[in-house]
């Protein structure tokens, strides 16, 4: 799947810290079921029409929000992307609005929060803005009878012919809701009431009973309760086949899986060297966005490889300044929790080094002791010359191949699994 062919994109707002919710991690991160808010929501998303898929999570959160992205999405992963959300929603939302296609004529703005809302919903909402150019919301009739108060006090009637519930996704043209988020100078409760104070027309069309919000813990009972009793209405299971067989590679029985990784680095860095997780004093820095240690980015790309969650530019690109010269125990320790987070566990890397220099047989053991305490499993390594040939031969940088085993584990809920 390429951005050329796909015109729309869902930004799926996951950014928020869950107070109200008290589970103790952010909300998105809650489980439901075996499965999070997070991924009941994605699930949706991947059954409705291809779209671009922008996550936006806590910044901390990043990379288990693009691990649980990657699950949910299976072959399509190459329509994810996940970004850090900002101080408050209109922050998040624009960090993923700068993040859509340039392909993309109708944006789509969802809370994660409402995790069960069926695809048809989705679909219907980016169909009418593009056949109408509005703005588009789902929204629900107002059954309750809604009183006007002062304090404790009831002082008048509502008409509840005029008022609607509003859901999500929100659909609009991109062009129109860009320019909207341009001009805002305020705050506003959500993106329809910031189009319409531009002055474009909103419409509404039919919104879903199981679009409700998960705000506080009686919602997310009703969540459990709605999945528990009627598991072929949510967005969980379905009732197509496809989705169905997309679930049972992901919530069966899974194999052990072997993934390879490879890095090479020049030598030309600033301070010192930095390799296998140790510092060699004395020797010429290795070059690169981080602390150029080749043997650990190697690793991880080997270990993500293998669980099938992408590489080390998929998780620790330059949009996370919070690597630029991060050692091998921080990207190790991240990538533990991305795997973690997928229902991944390391089994043991293996790592063989190429280069003249460092010499590395009198460090080895301290190496697999550092690398392997950052991990949580085994790590053993080995090094080896290229007898003159190549760049490694005229010490010019480091290569280093790595093969790493990764073991399936209970899929839980992402804040148990991760402690939060």
């Given at each position: 799947m390429?951005?050329t062919r796909i015109?729309?994109?869902?930004?799926?707002v996951?950014?928020g810290?869950?107070?109200?919710?008290?589970?103790?991690?952010?909300?998105?991160?809650v489980?439901i079921?075996?499965?999070?808010?997070?991924a009941h929501c994605?699930?949706g998303v991947?059954?409705?029409?291809?779209?671009?898929?922008?996550?936006?999570a806590p910044?901390d959160?990043v990379?288990?929000?693009?691990?649980?992205?990657?699950a949910?999405?299976?072959?399509r992963?190459?329509?994810?992307?996940?970004?850090?959300g900002?101080?408050?929603?209109q922050?998040?939302?624009a960090a993923?609005?700068?993040?859509?296609w340039?392909?993309?004529k109708?944006?789509?703005?969802?809370d994660a929060?409402?995790?069960?809302?069926p695809?048809?919903?989705i679909d219907?909402?980016?169909?009418?803005?593009?056949?109408?150019?509005?703005?588009v919301?789902p929204?629900?009739d107002?059954?309750?009878t809604?009183?006007?108060v002062?304090?404790?006090?009831?002082t008048?009637v509502v008409d509840?012919?005029?008022?609607?519930?509003?859901q999500t996704?929100?659909?609009?043209r991109?062009d129109v809701l860009?320019?909207a988020?341009?001009?805002a100078?305020?705050?506003f409760?959500?993106d329809?009431?910031?189009?319409?104070?531009?002055?474009h027309?909103?419409?509404r069309?039919?919104g879903?009973?199981?679009?409700?919000?998960?705000?506080r813990p009686d919602?997310?009972a009703r969540?459990?309760?709605?999945i528990?009793?009627?598991?072929e209405?949510?967005?969980?299971?379905?009732?197509?086949?496809?989705?169905?067989?997309?679930?049972?590679?992901?919530?069966?029985?899974?194999?052990?899986?072997v993934g390879?990784?490879?890095?090479?680095?020049?030598?030309?860095?600033?301070?010192s060297?930095?390799?296998?997780?140790l510092?060699w004093?004395?020797?010429?820095a290795l070059?690169g966005?981080?602390?150029g240690?080749?043997v650990?980015?190697?690793?991880v790309?080997?270990v993500?490889?293998a669980?099938?969650?992408?590489?080390?530019g998929?998780?620790f690109?330059?949009?996370?300044?919070?690597?630029?010269?991060a050692?091998?125990?921080?990207f190790l320790?991240e990538?533990?929790?991305i795997?973690?987070?997928?229902?991944?566990?390391?089994g043991?890397?293996?790592v063989?080094i190429?280069?003249?220099?460092?010499?590395?047989?009198s460090?080895?053991t301290e190496a697999e002791?550092?690398?392997a305490a950052?991990l949580?499993?085994p790590v053993s390594?080995?090094?080896?010359?290229t007898?003159?040939l190549?760049?490694?031969?005229?010490?010019?940088?480091?290569?280093?191949?790595?093969?790493?085993?990764?073991?399936?584990t209970?899929?839980r809920?992402?804040?148990?699994k991760l402690?939060?």
């Amino acid at each position: 799947m390429t951005s050329t062919r796909i015109d729309t994109a869902i930004i799926v707002v996951a950014a928020g810290n869950g107070i109200r919710l008290g589970a103790g991690a952010p909300k998105a991160f809650v489980g439901i079921d075996e499965y999070s808010i997070l991924a009941h929501c994605l699930r949706g998303v991947f059954r409705a029409d291809p779209m671009q898929v922008i996550v936006v999570a806590p910044a901390d959160r990043v990379g288990e929000a693009l691990a649980v992205a990657h699950a949910e999405a299976g072959e399509r992963g190459d329509r994810v992307t996940v970004v850090a959300g900002g101080a408050n929603r209109q922050d998040s939302v624009a960090a993923g609005l700068s993040r859509v296609w340039p392909t993309v004529k109708v944006v789509l703005v969802h809370d994660a929060a409402r995790a069960l809302t069926p695809p048809d919903v989705i679909d219907g909402v980016a169909r009418v803005v593009r056949e109408t150019g509005h703005a588009v919301i789902p929204a629900l009739d107002v059954i309750d009878t809604i009183k006007r108060v002062d304090g404790s006090r009831i002082t008048g009637v509502v008409d509840r012919a005029e008022l609607a519930a509003a859901q999500t996704p929100q659909g609009f043209r991109r062009d129109v809701l860009v320019a909207a988020y341009e001009r805002a100078t305020e705050e506003f409760t959500d993106d329809a009431a910031l189009v319409a104070d531009a002055g474009h027309d909103v419409i509404r069309v039919a919104g879903s009973e199981l679009g409700f919000k998960i705000t506080r813990p009686d919602d997310l009972a009703r969540a459990r309760e709605v999945i528990r009793r009627a598991p072929e209405n949510s967005a969980a299971t379905g009732r197509n086949p496809e989705n169905r067989q997309h679930l049972a590679e992901f919530s069966g029985p899974r194999q052990p899986r072997v993934g390879v990784g490879t890095d090479v680095h020049a030598y030309g860095g600033d301070g010192s060297l930095w390799l296998a997780g140790l510092e060699w004093p004395g020797e010429q820095a290795l070059s690169g966005h981080s602390d150029g240690d080749a043997v650990a980015h190697a690793m991880v790309d080997a270990v993500l490889n293998a669980a099938g969650l992408g590489d080390i530019g998929t998780h620790f690109g330059t949009d996370r300044p919070e690597f630029a010269g991060a050692h091998a125990d921080a990207f190790l320790s991240e990538t533990v929790r991305i795997l973690a987070a997928a229902g991944w566990a390391v089994g043991n890397v293996s790592v063989q080094i190429q280069a003249s220099r460092p010499r590395f047989s009198s460090r080895r053991t301290e190496a697999e002791q550092a690398l392997a305490a950052a991990l949580g499993a085994p790590v053993s390594v080995s090094a080896t010359t290229t007898d003159g040939l190549g760049f490694t031969g005229r010490a010019e940088g480091v290569q280093v191949f790595a093969v790493a085993l990764v073991v399936p584990t209970a899929r839980r809920g992402i804040a148990d699994k991760l402690g939060g």
